[in-house]
C-alpha cells in the first residue's frame, strides 16, 4: 500500500455552490484543516484585508473587545506577526510544533445578505504536544463574505467553553 497517497499534500480552497449550508462547511472544514496542518500561508490567504480574529473572555453575551480583556483580538498586522513567529524558530513553545485535530459541528448560518455570511459552529480541539494533550472545545463565529465564488473571513471570534479559567499558552491557531 502506497501511504503517501493517504496523506493530503494540499487541498483545493473551496467554491461557494448552489447550495449556500454545504458551502459554508466546506469553506469552514478547509479552514480548520489549514489551522490543524500548520498551513499559514493557507490560513491567512482566507482572510480579508481588513480582519479581527478574537478569542474573548468572560459570558457570551457580555463581551466587547473594547472594553473587556481578550485572550486574542488580533487585526491583520498581529495576526501576520504571529504567523512569522509560529513560522520561525524563536517559537520555542512550539518546537516541537503541536499534532491538533480538531472537529467542527452544528454548523448554522445565523444570517445572509447578498455578500455577507454570518454563520456559527462548534468545536473539539485535540492537541498533542511533548507527551501531553490538551482538548479545547468552544463556538466559532465567523463573518463570511463572498468574493470571486469564494468566502473570506473578516471576523472570526473563537469563544472557548472554559475561556474565564487559567489556560495553558495557546501558541498555535485556535
Same mark, same amino acid.
Given at each position: 500500500?502506497?501511504?503517501?497517497?493517504?496523506?493530503?499534500?494540499? =487541498?483545493?480552497?473551496?467554491?461557494?455552490?448552489?447550495?449556500?449550508?454545504?458551502?459554508?462547511?466546506?469553506?469552514?472544514? *478547509?479552514? @480548520?484543516?489549514?489551522?490543524? !496542518?500548520? #498551513? *499559514?500561508?493557507?490560513?491567512? @490567504?482566507?482572510?480579508?484585508? !481588513?480582519? @479581527? *480574529?478574537?478569542?474573548?473572555? $468572560?459570558? !457570551? $453575551?457580555? /463581551?466587547?473587545?473594547?472594553?473587556?480583556?481578550?485572550?486574542? &483580538?488580533?487585526?491583520?498586522?498581529?495576526?501576520?506577526?504571529?504567523?512569522?513567529?509560529?513560522?520561525? %524558530?524563536?517559537? *520555542?513553545?512550539?518546537?516541537?510544533?503541536?499534532?491538533?485535530?480538531?472537529?467542527?459541528?452544528?454548523?448554522?448560518?445565523?444570517?445572509?445578505?447578498?455578500?455577507?455570511?454570518?454563520?456559527?459552529?462548534?468545536?473539539?480541539?485535540? !492537541?498533542? #504536544?511533548? $507527551? %501531553?494533550?490538551?482538548?479545547?472545545?468552544? #463556538?466559532?463565529? &465567523?463573518? =463570511? &463574505?463572498? #468574493?470571486?465564488?469564494?468566502?473570506?473571513?473578516?471576523?472570526?471570534?473563537?469563544? /472557548? =467553553?472554559?475561556?474565564?479559567?487559567?489556560? $495553558?499558552?495557546?501558541?498555535?491557531?485556535?
Amino acid at each position: 500500500m502506497d501511504y503517501q497517497m493517504l496523506t493530503p499534500v494540499s =487541498l483545493p480552497v473551496p467554491r461557494i455552490g448552489s447550495d449556500l449550508l454545504r458551502s459554508v462547511e466546506q469553506f469552514l472544514y *478547509y479552514e @480548520a484543516w489549514c489551522m490543524d !496542518e500548520n #498551513r *499559514y500561508d493557507d490560513w491567512l @490567504a482566507l482572510w480579508e484585508q !481588513e480582519m @479581527a *480574529y478574537w478569542v474573548p473572555i $468572560g459570558n !457570551e $453575551g457580555e /463581551l466587547d473587545p473594547k472594553k473587556t480583556v481578550s485572550i486574542i &483580538h488580533d487585526n491583520r498586522t498581529q495576526v501576520e506577526q504571529r504567523l512569522t513567529r509560529l513560522r520561525g %524558530r524563536l517559537a *520555542y513553545s512550539q518546537q516541537p510544533k503541536s499534532r491538533m485535530i480538531r472537529v467542527l459541528s452544528n454548523i448554522t448560518i445565523l444570517s445572509e445578505t447578498t455578500d455577507t455570511v454570518i454563520a456559527t459552529s462548534t468545536f473539539t480541539l485535540g !492537541e498533542y #504536544r511533548i $507527551g %501531553r494533550q490538551e482538548v479545547f472545545i468552544g #463556538r466559532n463565529t &465567523h463573518v =463570511l &463574505h463572498r #468574493r470571486n465564488d469564494q468566502f473570506h473571513m473578516s471576523e472570526k471570534k473563537v469563544f /472557548l =467553553l472554559n475561556n474565564d479559567d487559567a489556560l $495553558g499558552n495557546l501558541t498555535f491557531l485556535i
